[in-house]
Structures are given as C-alpha cells and as structure tokens.
C-alpha cells in the first residue's frame, strides 16, 4: 500500500526507512547489520532500475524520491501487489512521468498494480482495467483501450459532465487588489515567498499555479492576513492593507475559501448554524450589541445549505458528519454570500468529488461574471488552466512566468512549475501579441514583463489529455 | 530579460547563505557554549596560577580539585538517570514530566525495602520496582486511555510527591526514614591515585552503573532495531505501523524503560546517602525537573544529556564547596541555572527538535 500522504520518518535515512520493521540482525538481533541494509536497498533498488541515494535523509529529498522510497518499502517487504492512493497528486508533470515509468517496468516484472486516482487522464494512461466507484459502490468496469474520459466521467457522476467550463471573455474592470514585492518567510524562517507582485481586477480570476510548497499558502496567507509578509506591499481597494488584521480584510470584503477546510474552514465539532457565522460574528446583521442572533443565523445557514446544495439539507448536522465535497459547498457558499470584491480560493476543489468540482467552478465564474476579483491558487493544472484568464506560475517562491492560460500547454506548464523559465531552452516563437497577457504584462513582476514563449508546438493533442 | 539569469544566482547564492546560516545555527550553538565555558575555564585556571591569592586562585583550586569532580558524579546521577529515562519515553512520543515523581517513589521505596531486608541492592532493586510500577500506571492511562500526557505527568509527580512522605510518616512516624547501610564506593586501583580524574576510578557503584546506562542508552537508540521503532513512534507512528510493528508495544515499552532509569536514579540518590527525607519538596527537589532540561539540552541525544548534566551538576558541586570556603554564592541562584539555561537555548536558539508526534496520542485506524 502506498499511501497518500508518505509514511515516511522524516529525520531517518532512505535505508533506515525502508528497512524499518523488518531490520536485517546480527549478533543475534542484538544490532542491526547497517552494512546489509544499505547493500538490500541498493540491490533493490538496482533491479528496478529506481535512483535513490540509501544514505540521504528523506527530509532532504525531492518529493518525487520519497514517493520512490514508499514504492521501494513495499517491493523490500516482497509485495507482488501494489496499491497506489492517489500517487500523483504532490507531483510535477515530469515526475509523473518517471512515476508512469516506475510503474511500467514493475508490472513488466510481473507485480499487480492498483492505481486509484480521480484524474481521468492518469487512469486513462496507467490502466489496463478500470473501475469506478461512485458513493462506495462499484458501478463499472471498463477496459482502458476501449473507453473514453467522457465515458469515464459519465460513470462517475452519474451523468454527463462538461469537461471544459465555458468561460468566456473576461470583462476586467480595475485593480482590486495588488500585491508588490511581498517577501514572507515560512513558521521555519525560511523564504516561502520571494518578492512576488501582481494585480487583480475585478471580473477576472488570476490564476496562480505550481506544486505544492513553492509558496502558495504563505503567499496567500499573506494576502488574507493570516501571516505577516517580511517585506512589500498588499493593496486592496486601493487601501493599503500589509498589516492589516484578518478582522479589517473580512470587513472590507475580502472573502476567503481556505486549502484546507477541516483545520481552517470549519470548526468540525460546531453545527452548519455555528460555522455559517465564522467570519460574521462581528456583523451587525447577526450579532448586534455582542449578542448573537440565532434565528438570523439559522437563516442564513439554511439559505447557504440551500442555495449552494449542501447535503443533506440539516443546519443542525455537525460539520464533521458531512462529506468533504458538501462541506467545502458550504465554505465557498458562507465566502461567496458575503458580497465580496475579491475572492481568494485556495484549491478549491481538493479532495471533492466531481459533481462539487462542477458546482463550485461554476459558482467561481458566476462571481467573476458580478464583477468579483478572484484570486485562484490551485496545484490542479487543469482547474487553474481552465478557469484562469491569467496564470502565475510559482516556482520555489517566485513567478516564474505569467502566461495566458489559452495560449499555452499543459508541457509548457508543466516545465514552468519544474522551474524552468521561459527562453532557457531555446524558446522559439515569437510571444503572442494583443491577447489578454499583453495589457496584463505592465503589472507583473519585473523578470516576467516580457515573456518570450514557445509557440504552441502541439496544440491539438495538448490540454484535453489530462483535463478532468 | 538578459539580466533575468543573473538575479536567478542572485537568489540562488541568498537562498544558500539562508540555508548555510540555519546550517551554522543548528550545530554550532551547543558547540558555541562548549566553547565558552572551556575558555572561561581555562582563563580563570590560568588567572589562578597567576595570583593564588585571588578569588580566581581559589576559584581555580576549587575547580581542579578532585573533591569537587566526586561531588559533581554524585550529583549527577540521580538527574542523569532520569534524563535517560526521559529521553526513552519522550523519543517514543510519551512527553514524560513525571520523572520528578519516579525519583521521589524510587527514592523512598528503595529505602523502605533496605530497611526490612537489610540488604542495599534489594532496596535498590525495590526502588526500581516502585517505580516501574508507577511507570505502568502512567503508560497505562496515557497509552490505554489516552489521557493527556502533561496532566498524568503532573499527577504523577503530586501522587508520590504526597505518597512517599506520607508513607513514611505511617510506617516511621516522621516524614524522613532512619537510615540504613550505605554501599561502599568502588575504588579502582592505581588509576584512583590520579591527580584530578581518580574521582572518576574511586565512586560509588551507581556512578559506575550510570555510565553504562549512558552507553547503553546510546547503544540502543543508533544500533538497535528496537531504537529505531522508539524514533519512528515519536517521529511519525503512522509510518512504524504501516511497517508493522505496534506503536502501543513500543511506547509501552519505552514508557517502562525510563520508569526502570528513573528508579535507579532515584533509589541511587537515597541509599547514597542511606536516608529518605520528605519535608516540603522531598530530597528529590527538582532533579526530575532539571533532568528535563538536561535532555532538552543536550538534544535527546544520551551522551549530551550526561555532559549537559555533568554541567548542571558541577556548579551545584563548585558553589557546594564555595560555601565551605566561606565564598557564598546564594544557592538559589544557582539552583535556577539550568531552568535559565534551558528557557535561553529554547527562546534565543530553538533548535532543540522536539519529536514530530511527541504528546500526541497514536489512534490505530480499525
């Protein structure tokens, strides 16, 4: 079983980890034979053609590894099946495919693989068989070669989905709020983000994508006022609100859909009544004179459940009893009635099922539709791809570029959240003119201000290959 | 966009010094203070020389003295002890502020089995035993019943804190015991002759019991099997699960190893001096409490927890001998030493890395 999140002993060694429970002995067990853990791991890993350092610890290792080092923990353990939970979420585009090839030479050496995933795509390409589940029962088995991702997609909802969200022309208005040279260092004093600017207006969704842990959180943290940024400015609504406290943002209409819902969103043990009032508590609407209008918020609760199709429909149920597609319906309902100007969704959609997925996009482009500034972070390519009118790619804390989502493929984006800045490679065609990116370009940060881009070598196969 | 490859280096050779400076911090700090006090040692022995007639002569004089190197063992191992045995749990992911009371129940039950038996290490033995048992009571409630981990610590401490003197009074009618026989200390020939360490080949058997402990400790968390498991349970007991070993058994274990430490600490401190007393803090006074600090100080590691206790010790010896001279530095200040050590090297350094899963409890998924 490899699971989701590693289970991995961060300050032990690769050997140390692989090895653990079942430690090669000498002396009658009273040690253990360091030497002939270290040689097992490296002769495994031989075999399977893996690159591992048995020697590193695995708190110095690239994600990408440590996914390795699980794998190599099953196959030391003599494991013929392997279940994968989930493997490619924490990974680049190019470690999915080192993943992808990991995975061809094991069951090439005769080990079963059970892949489970709700990317279609990946299904797609790792399966020979696949089968869907839908509310904990099986309702279909289909052969990888003969299906399509509609067809995939219809199972899992139960009905036909839109792969692509129509999405229209953004009609931009001014700039929300703005973000210059903002420095934030991480709980450990480290650089998370490195002197990011950018603008949102409003009626636009500004996309910002990359892999986890290259910042994201700090910066949005910063911008909402859960952190303190070390350096730059944030402007909203023209006010400068770099110290401002979270309490003033919510007030001054700043809506926010957290990344992570259970520690953030939701208090789990408090009903649908209670947290529909987070973030409100202070409002006139529902707690004048420091006393809290429970009818009114009963209301308003009950509209969110109704309106934004939380289920079941109980303001009495306890956020903890809902599944996490519901309760992230709820979130993005209780943000989005505020009447915001800007919305700041952090991976909306992680974790959800499909259907919410839809809903919860749809409602995002619907705000934008209003007029509302929408700042969306997501390591989902597809999503911020789709939904983006322009994207930020974040790399180790900075953009590395600021492309327009239309305009580029899923490769390109994927070498841009490697790292790799445009032109390093040779880059060929001239930038697109004229398009959504031009007048944007003045605001972005300095290096990124004139983006030289491949052209578009595939653009039919590209984009539709992963798009879930 | 030509220049976009040089602020890339830029950044680069910035997020290097970044790393380099965290790099500097984490290891040279203890290295830092090592460092200090040799050269302050060696200033004032030098100082000494120089004038013995000084205070830094008689500074000097204390300091070089064998007596002062014999007080300092013998101070130390009752919190030494106990260190290990903090470090045993803590690493396992069992925070144990217990200890204090391990060393109070251990103390005085070794004296009480010495008393009956007649016999110095069946009262040891039963030292160690009172305080495995309460040991088990502790991991029980913490592990069983996933009570919270700093509460049954604290009510460990008040539970033998209130029992032992009260034991006494029942049994002896005062709150301190009579005495009993004291073992004899080991003396080593020839190497006992030498000028400054002879203290280290003439002490009593439980200094020379410590340092085995201190080797033995170390020996099983960097060579055994079972050390990894107690590091894979404080640091990440899913992972030691999945990998098939119970984390229930291995804190449990753990939890009772430094229960067996901290007895031999606590019934080493009272049968040295072949007497329990109970009055307001106990003979134990907070050595449980200063061997939290000399683990925390010395980073979870056995070999620094002794040096750092060594150190804690050595003042509490020097200021000791001080007094005797007629040099009085008040003891409550330097009683608060090392608790003003450990709150600096926590708040002004923080590098001491605490175990990821320490204090939380481990809920298997059946």
């Known amino acids: ?468 | 966009m030509s220049d976009a490859p040089a602020d890339r280096a830029d950044d680069d050779t910035a997020a290097e010094n970044v790393e380099r400076e965290t790099l500097f911090e984490r290891y040279t700090t203890r290295a830092l203070v090592a460092g200090v006090t040799v050269v302050a040692v060696v200033a004032l022995l030098l100082a000494g020389l120089a004038f013995p007639d000084s205070l830094a002569g008689t500074l000097a004089d204390v300091l070089t003295s064998r007596n002062t190197l014999a007080a300092t063992l013998r101070l130390s191992v009752p919190i030494a002890f106990a260190a290990l045995g903090g470090i045993f749990a803590e690493k396992s992911g069992v925070i144990n502020i217990g200890l204090e009371g391990f060393l109070i129940i251990s103390a005085f039950g070794a004296i009480y089995v010495a008393d009956i038996t007649g016999g110095v290490w069946i009262g040891f033995a039963g030292g160690v035993v009172a305080s495995t048992l309460l040991a088990a009571l502790f991991a029980v409630v913490t592990i069983g019943f996933r009570a919270d981990q700093i509460i049954a610590g604290l009510a460990v401490w008040l539970i033998a804190l209130g029992l032992a003197p009260f034991a006494s009074q029942v049994i002896y009618g005062s709150p301190n015991t009579p005495t009993v026989a004291t073992s004899p200390s080991i003396t080593v020939p020839v190497l006992a002759d030498l000028p400054f360490f002879g203290a280290l080949f003439s002490a009593s058997p439980s200094v020379y019991m410590l340092f085995a402990a201190v080797a033995g400790s170390w020996y099983v968390f960097e060579r055994t099997a079972f050390g990894r498991w107690i590091r894979a349970s404080g640091e990440n007991p899913k992972a030691l699960d999945t990998a098939g070993v119970s984390v229930t058994r291995v804190r449990y274990a753990a939890v009772l190893i430094s229960g067996v430490l901290a007895g031999m600490g606590g019934a080493a401190l009272s049968l040295d001096l072949g007497q329990f007393t109970g009055n307001g803090p106990t003979m134990v006074n907070g050595k449980g409490f200063i061997a939290i600090v000399a683990y925390l100080f010395g980073n979870y590691n056995p070999v620094g927890a002794f040096l750092s206790t060594m150190l804690f010790a050595g003042l509490d010896a020097v200021q000791t001998v001080l007094q005797l001279q007629g040099i009085g530095i008040p003891r409550q200040l330097i009683r608060i030493t090392p608790f003003v050590v450990v709150i600096v090297v926590l708040a002004l350094v923080g590098r001491t890395r605490l175990p990821e899963a320490a204090g939380d409890h481990y809920e298997t998924e059946d």
């Open chain 1, 1 to 468: 079983m490899i699971h989701q999140h590693f289970m991995l002993v961060d300050p032990m060694t690769v050997t140390e980890n692989i090895t653990l429970g079942n430690e090669p002995r000498k002396w009658g067990g009273l040690a253990v034979d360091r030497r002939g853990a270290r040689e097992a791991v490296v002769e495994l890993a031989d075999r399977y053609g893996f690159d591992v350092d048995p020697d590193a610890r695995i708190e110095d290792i690239s994600v990408g590894e440590q996914q390795r080092v699980e794998i190599l923990k099953a196959l030391y353990r003599g494991a013929d099946t392997l279940i994968l939970d989930e493997p490619t979420a924490v990974l680049t585009p190019q470690e999915v495919d080192e993943l992808f090839d990991v995975l061809d030479e094991l069951t090439a050496q005769g080990k079963t693989i059970i892949f489970i995933t709700h990317k279609l795509g990946e299904a797609m390409r790792a399966a020979d068989e696949i089968s869907v589940l839908r509310d904990g029962r099986k309702v279909g088995t289909v052969d990888a070669d003969a299906t399509t991702q509609e067809e995939l997609a219809e199972l899992m909802v139960g009905r036909e989905v839109l792969l692509d969200v129509d999405h229209g022309t953004a009609e931009t208005g001014e700039v929300v709020a703005s973000v210059s040279d903002v420095v934030v260092d991480d709980d450990r004093g480290v650089r998370a983000v490195d002197g990011v600017s950018f603008d949102v207006r409003a009626g636009e969704v500004f996309g910002i994508a990359g892999v986890d842990g290259n910042g994201q959180s700090e910066l949005v943290e910063a911008v909402t006022g859960l952190r303190t940024p070390d350096a730059g400015e944030i402007r909203f609504r023209g006010e400068d609100v770099t110290t401002a406290s979270r309490r003033q943002r919510i007030e001054a209409g700043m809506a926010y859909v957290p990344e992570d819902r259970q520690d953030r969103g939701l208090v789990m043990q408090f009903d649908l009544v209670e947290n529909g009032l987070l973030g409100s508590q202070h409002g006139a609407e529902f707690a004048a004179n420091g006393r809290i209008d429970w009818s009114q918020t009963r209301g308003h609760a009950e509209a969110i459940i109704d309106e934004y199709d939380v289920r079941p429909p109980d303001a009495d149920a306890e956020a903890e009893s809902l599944s996490g597609g519901n309760q992230q319906k709820f979130i993005v309902g209780r943000e989005f009635e505020r009447d915001p100007e800007l919305v700041v969704a952090s991976h909306p959609t992680r974790g959800v099922d499909v259907g919410s997925i839809e809903f919860i996009h749809e409602r995002l482009l619907e705000l934008r539709r209003q007029g509302v500034g929408i700042l969306l972070v997501s390591s989902k390519l597809e999503e911020v791809q789709g939904l983006s009118d322009r994207l930020a790619v974040v790399y180790e804390g900075e953009f590395v570029d600021v492309v327009d989502p239309e305009e580029t493929t899923e490769e390109e984006l994927g070498l841009l959240m490697a790292g790799e800045r445009p032109g390093d490679d040779g880059g060929g065609g001239g930038g697109p003119e004229g398009t959504a990116s031009g007048d944007a370009a003045e605001t972005e940060s300095g290096d990124a201000s004139e983006t030289e881009r491949d052209g578009p070598a595939d653009p039919t196969n590209a984009g539709d290959g992963e798009r879930a």
